[in-house]
């Protein structure tokens, strides 16, 4: 199948690895990556921080670039979310109702990973090889914008060598929530506390999810107190082989 | 776009729907109050407990949620309609309607009644309305005692404190330091009090049975209001609500105009749907529901109080108006992370949580309230525990929208808003995307041992707890152009 990655502007600008783990990894299933350099970014971050005006011409872009792509895959739950669920709102908050049209059509084609792996792949098992113990965080927006599910968590448990620890009040907000973690720096801290005791009572090496984001924060919070586990990114860990011998992708080392 | 048609909103300097500081501000002293944060943590925990569990023993609860959000859309979307007709039918059953503006005119109007039956204090069973409208504060200016019934507000009145929680207004007090209130402002409290909660509520029933007695006028809020019927709706816990419900001669109920509903038969869905979502119980222990006056039962003069104060402001909002369905469970408050850690006093309204955020900046106007849409992290949670599918984080992505709006027409730009525009300006031209990925390499030089552990303002902000990667030699479209090329 012909592949149109929307690799999203935080892992194209500073998790790159996420990017390159999805293509390896869908080249290794046997299908077709193609990736237009005209993307940029979806616009979550404007729409979210009340600059819907600012975002509309990202949506357009965004239709433009992809609208002819027959499948698009996206390693991120909530670009993948806002795509779905915001773009058209935008659109037609501007009295555009034809870009509103184009956007859901483009929309409905897009896919987060665990999505695409799952629903329009048909897999599971995709081939993988990751020694290491693995918590797996849900991220809001996968979950409850999305609805992904148990697909990642599905993906995970068929990786050779994985030993995947359930994490406690998984499905509690770690606390990122985009400009949110700078708006409200402190209540934002206060939840990643909560988030990253639970991580450690895994005892986990990584902790992994859908979003490099969300990752970045509990990542970030993590090697801040120098607390041993690490933030990969779901792609990283599902591209990975027994050739790597387990240890090319384990997060993102600039 | 929804057009804002400039109702009037809540007037300022009465009642409590703004605070007096913003919520990131009130939030950080909250954070610091450990006694606070445990209380409200093993509170909400427990009540999120109970609330699943009734919740998923439902089959049909997906459906009851739908029905519940149609009946509310169809309410509001004919409102004018069906409180013409709850006015109609509560006057023909012996009952006198008086529609309030806003806050000062429901509390002169209350206070009035009051003062005309010549009783200098009144019993009042819970209403998160009559805190909204400081009506306690009015009444006490006229000379009138207003007593609070119910055991949690008691807890509030006698603390000289504020509710911070819809349905359990003192959630963030424990055990320990109700004893101390009680002991210290309840008169005639046994020294010898333990605070175990069932001696606890004994003081309290002695407390307030003399008041229940005594009382000749009684005030209290609604939970629903039949237009077809003209039957008003209490649910309670505790059975105080019962007593200022019939005991009083005279029963004066102050209700928000979103609270009428069309038809008798609607209460079937929302009287399964509130106490799950509300109290985690499958029925709520006392339901009282009256029509008018009764001669020879019950209070035989009754008053309804219609009061809008900013809530035609909401309705005028095509999108915002759906805060309006709120049926006032708090399940959204008992599942948000951020109520959890900061509880209610920090958003600074009598409603908090994330049905607060959305409600309060609609009522006051968003300027008076700017701080609230943002004191979410979109996390969903609340849309889901919504009995009535509210879906409060696209609600508060709107109000953002709007605050910015109003903002853009102020002369001079905010740095933020510079910054996204210049962020769009940017990311809506992959040239001048990929220009500015090189230029914010530079920040490679920030990096040590591969993390960058302080930022400049506004980014410090991330920086003082969390570490920040450092961009990567090669970002992942140069990568692909110098392995596959340009061809898309």
């Known amino acids: ?254 | 776009m929804s057009t804002y048609l400039g109702m009037p909103t809540a007037p300022p300097g009465v009642g409590h729907l703004r605070g007096t500081q913003p919520f990131e501000i009130a939030a950080r002293r909250a954070l610091g109050n450990s006694q606070l944060r445990r209380n409200l943590a093993k509170a909400t925990s427990t009540i999120r407990a109970r609330r699943a569990a009734v919740v998923g023993e439902l089959p049909d609860w997906e459906a009851l949620r739908e029905a519940g959000r149609a009946i509310k859309a169809e309410s509001m979307a004919h409102l004018d309609r069906y409180l013409e007709q709850l006015e109609e039918q509560v006057t023909a059953r012996g009952g006198t309607v008086h529609w309030a503006r806003d806050a000062i005119e429901a509390n002169r109007l209350v206070t009035g009644l009051v003062a005309g039956t010549g009783a200098r204090e009144v019993v009042k069973s819970k209403s998160i309305t009559t805190d909204e409208i400081g009506l306690n504060e009015a009444l006490a200016a006229a000379g009138i005692t207003a007593h609070e019934t119910d055991l949690a507000e008691l807890i509030v009145q006698l603390g000289h404190d504020r509710p911070s929680h819809i349905l359990v207004p003192a959630i963030h007090r424990n055990r320990a330091e109700i004893r101390d209130i009680f002991l210290r402002e309840m008169p005639g409290a046994d020294p010898g009090l333990t605070d175990d909660p069932a001696d606890l509520t004994a003081a309290a029933r002695a407390h307030l049975r003399q008041r229940f007695l005594a009382a000749r006028v009684g005030i209290s809020g609604a939970n629903f209001a039949v237009a077809e019927s003209g039957t008003l709706g209490v649910v309670e816990s505790e059975g105080n609500g019962r007593m200022c419900l019939t005991l009083p001669e005279t029963l004066i109920t102050v209700m928000g105009i979103e609270k009428v509903i069309p038809r008798w038969q609607d209460l079937e869905v929302f009287l399964q749907l509130l106490p799950r979502s509300s109290t985690g119980e499958r029925m709520n222990p006392y339901t009282t529901l009256w029509t008018g006056v009764t001669p020879g039962d019950g209070p035989q003069r009754f008053h309804l109080v219609l009061l809008d104060n900013g809530r035609t402001a909401a309705l005028a909002d095509q999108v915002g108006r759906q805060a309006l369905h709120c049926i006032r469970c708090s399940a959204c408050l008992n599942v948000c992370p951020v109520y959890e850690r900061t509880g209610g006093h920090a958003y600074g309204s009598v409603y908090p949580g994330p049905i607060g955020a959305v409600l309060s900046p609609q009522l006051t106007g968003v300027e008076e309230n700017a701080s609230l849409p943002y004191a979410s992290s979109l996390c969903g949670a609340c849309y889901q525990a919504c009995p009535v599918k509210i879906d409060i984080p696209s609600l508060l992505v709107h109000l953002r929208a709007r605050h910015v709006e109003e903002r853009a027409r102020r002369p001079v730009p905010s740095p933020e808003a510079v910054t996204m525009a210049a962020a769009s300006w940017v990311m809506a031209s992959p040239a001048r995307y990929a220009a500015a990925q090189r230029a914010g390499r530079a920040g490679r030089v920030l990096g040590r041992g591969g993390r960058i552990r302080r930022l400049p303002p506004p980014l410090s902000a991330w920086t003082s707890a969390r570490d920040a990667p450092v961009p990567p030699p090669e970002t992942f479209r140069d990568w692909w152009r110098r392995e596959r090329g340009t061809a898309p």
């Open chain 1, 1 to 254: 199948m012909r592949i149109a990655l929307f690799v999203t502007c935080l892992a194209d600008t500073l998790f790159p690895d996420v990017g390159k783990a999805t293509v390896r990894l869908l080249e290794r299933l046997g299908h077709d990556v193609t990736f237009a350099q005209a993307q940029t970014c979806c616009g979550q971050m404007h729409m979210n921080t009340g600059y819907l005006h600012q975002a509309l011409p990202l949506v357009r872009r965004y239709v433009e670039v992809f609208e002819d792509c027959e499948v698009i895959v996206v390693p991120s739950g909530s670009c993948a979310g806002s795509v779905r669920h915001q773009h058209a709102m935008v659109a037609r908050r501007y009295g555009d109702e034809a870009l509103a049209r184009r956007a859901e059509a483009v929309a409905a084609r897009t896919y987060e990973l665990s999505q695409l792996l799952t629903d329009v792949l048909g897999m599971e098992d995709v081939g993988a090889y990751y020694p290491h113990r693995v918590t797996y965080h849900p991220t809001c927006h996968s979950l409850r914008l999305l609805g992904v599910g148990d697909r990642p968590l599905r993906l995970l448990r068929r990786v050779a060598g994985l030993d995947l620890a359930v994490l406690g009040d998984a499905e509690t907000c770690c606390g990122f929530g985009g400009t949110f973690a700078v708006k409200n720096p402190d209540v934002s801290t206060a939840m990643l506390a909560d988030k990253m005791q639970n991580v450690l009572a895994t005892g986990a090496e990584v902790c992994t999810a859908g979003d490099s984001s969300c990752l970045m924060h509990i990542g970030g919070g993590l090697s801040r107190l120098r607390a041993g586990p690490r933030a990969v990114h779901l792609a990283e860990i599902l591209a990975s082989t027994a050739d790597d011998r387990g240890d090319l992708f384990v997060g993102d080392q600039p």
